[in-house]
């Protein structure tokens, strides 16, 4: 089976079932915008509703690796690294207008099946170290890997959690709502 040809309708599915994937072999990917799921993430951390309001200046650029391993005691283990490259618009925490984040960050994750999860050994874990490095850990459910839900989850980790559109933003005025950056009121 050609894994290159069949990768894009995997992931069109948002869900890499892995069980037809070769153990030991690894496979690499680009993720760009045109992806509807890419949009939709640039959506959620912009608070926007709609594409028409993404702007020429923002994008998402993800690179993904992914090697199926198999481990007797946990079973199929997949390694799954990468890079998330992106530039995105995210409101001001306090007038609201749209800001400009630029994030770049290179991720090594392992995914480990969720029966694991409610073992003892693995109840306070968020990092694990295999295949020669400490990774972020994550988990599948009936071999099915969802690689967006965890670069969702990344990036969340990643981004800026309280951004400004300036580091001198005034706010807007909390009694009557004016952007203090554009009017000064008598509060
Ligand atoms: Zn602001
Ligand atoms: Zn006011």
Known sequence: MDLTQSHNKWLSEEVLKFSKLATNQKFEFDLTINN????NLLLEVDEKEKIEELT?????????????????????VIILDGKVDMQFEPPCIRCLCPGFEKLKFNFST??????????????????????????ELFYYENLSLNIIEIIHELVYLNKMPFPLHDEKCLGLCQQCGKDQNIETCSH
Not at 111 to 133: Q, R
Request: with cysteine.
């Open 56 to 76: 020429d200046r923002e994008f998402l650029n993800i690179s993904v690796s992914i090697v199926k391993k198999w481990n007797d005691k946990y079973n199929d």
């Open 110 to 135: 392992c995914v480990m099946d969720s029966k694991l999860e409610d073992e003892e050994d693995f109840e306070e874990l968020t990092t694990f170290y295999i295949d020669g490095a400490e990774r």
């Open 36 to 39: 509807s799921w890419t949009k």
